[in-house]
T-cell receptor
Framework: DVKVTQSSRYLVKRTGEKVFLECVQD?????MFWYRQDPGLGLRLIYF???????EKGDIPEGYSVSREKKERFSLILESASTNQTSMYLC???????????????FGPGTRLTVL | QQQVKQSPQSLIVQKGGISIINCAYE??????FPWYQQFPGKGPALLIA?????SEKKEGRFTISFNKSAKQFSLHIMDSQPGDSATYFC??????????FGAGTRLTVKP
């Protein structure tokens, strides 16, 4: 079974703190994604990565950065956390389309971040 | 703006009834339309998916109907069960590596 794990299920931080959210997948997927999930807005893509050290901005990258130093690990960084970044953060991974394999996205359980 | 519009936001169905969730999209380049199911405390998981070369796909009690000319697709859950109570997301992908999700529908199936 594909496994996508996220470092924390719940996190509470203060405004201005630097926050690291870690995601690890064990399926050798090239693609990894970070979304935030908010009621009534669904899942919105923050960043995705299609290879080590490669990254692409999604729909809402402002206030976030990412790091992918190893294929299995994708980190989301909040440089200076703000209250409007309180949300559920979901990591996902998939094979790329060109691989000929299904590009189903597999999700981790999510990290609920509260910024006070 | 939301590239995939999903309705209703919430749905209550009696056990044994049919649950129907609708989605509409604008981008005609989308060519892959999955539905994800999310239980509380879990990440979304792929339920069923369709490509636009077919108008319907059925897997057990779950059916996707696809109308390419109207740019709409829907999920039908037949014989709905309390265990189907979850949030459902439609999504669309255009052959790139990213995907656009609808806002989600919270389904409650009453026993």
């Amino acid at each position: 079974d594909v496994k996508v794990t996220q470092s924390s299920r719940y996190l509470v931080k203060r405004t201005g703190e630097k926050v690291f959210l870690e995601c690890v997948q064990d399926m050798d997927h090239e693609n990894m994604f970070w979304y935030r999930q908010d009621p009534g807005l669904g899942l919105r893509l923050i960043y995705f990565s299609y290879d080590v050290k490669m990254k692409e901005k999604g729909d809402i990258p402002e206030g976030y950065s990412v790091s992918r130093e190893k294929k299995e690990r994708f980190s989301l960084i909040l440089e200076s956390a703000s209250t409007n970044q309180t949300s559920m953060y979901l990591c996902a991974s998939s094979f790329p389309l060109y691989s000929g394999r299904k590009n189903t996205q597999y999700f981790g359980p999510g990290t609920r971040l509260t910024v006070l | 703006q939301q590239q995939v519009k999903q309705s209703p936001q919430s749905l209550i169905v009696q056990k044994g009834g049919i649950s129907i969730i609708n989605c509409a999209y604008e981008n005609t380049a989308f060519d892959y339309f999955p539905w994800y199911q999310q239980f509380p405390g879990k990440g979304p998981a792929l339920l069923i998916a369709i490509r636009p070369d077919v108008s319907e796909k059925k897997e057990g009690r779950f059916t996707i109907s696809f109308n390419k000319s109207a740019k709409q697709f829907s999920l039908h859950i037949m014989d709905s069960q309390p265990g189907d109570s979850a949030t459902y997301f439609c999504a669309a992908s255009n052959g790139n590596n990213d995907m656009r999700f609808g806002a989600g529908t919270r389904l409650t199936v009453k026993p």
